[in-house]
């Protein structure tokens, strides 16, 4: 039908992830937003390769909610870091966001984000690498950071569309990735199942 517009079908964003949000907001999607009650934490980070792990958790999340949402589209997503072959999810406590950023100084790591959109029997995972390197971070410095808070519940103890943009030297790929969701990619897939 002429007219139609990427909003006709009824879109369900699986995260609570205000960057998330904003990402999608700015691209024009009208959505609502029903975060997932998967436990990511379940699933021991070193049973597959990164990548499939990232897969994994955003479709775990995704048919989790599509289970609540049926004729919906839902997507999900996962970010994590992975650093000399270790995977960096979100630290807990400043002293483990602390321990992360100091390993991640003067060094470059990966950020990799998977997504999920399922609808009914449809579905469709992939996932998306970014590479960013820190420039060397003095300790105070560190702590300083630690001490605004931004760092927990972030992965890889970071905010890099916020004041953490000042710890980065050089980002190869998606920035949009880096802070959650890989729109140019999400944006390709999701105008397939939006379509009418």
Known sequence: MAGMTKEMKNLVLASGSPRRKEILEKAGYAFTIDPSDFDEDSVDPHSMPPHELARFLSLQKALDVAARHTGSVVLAADTFIVFEGEIMGKPHTPEEATRMLMKLSGRTHSVITGFSIVQGAQIHSD???????????????????????????????????????????DLEGSLDNVIGLPLQEVSSVLSGFLKI
């Open 127 to 169: 996932s998306v690498e970014s590479r960013v390197t820190f420039r060397e971070l003095r300790t105070r410095e560190i702590e300083d950071y630690v001490g605004t808070g931004e760092p927990l519940d972030k992965a890889g103890a970071y905010a890099i569309q916020e004041m953490g943009s000042a710890l980065v030297e």
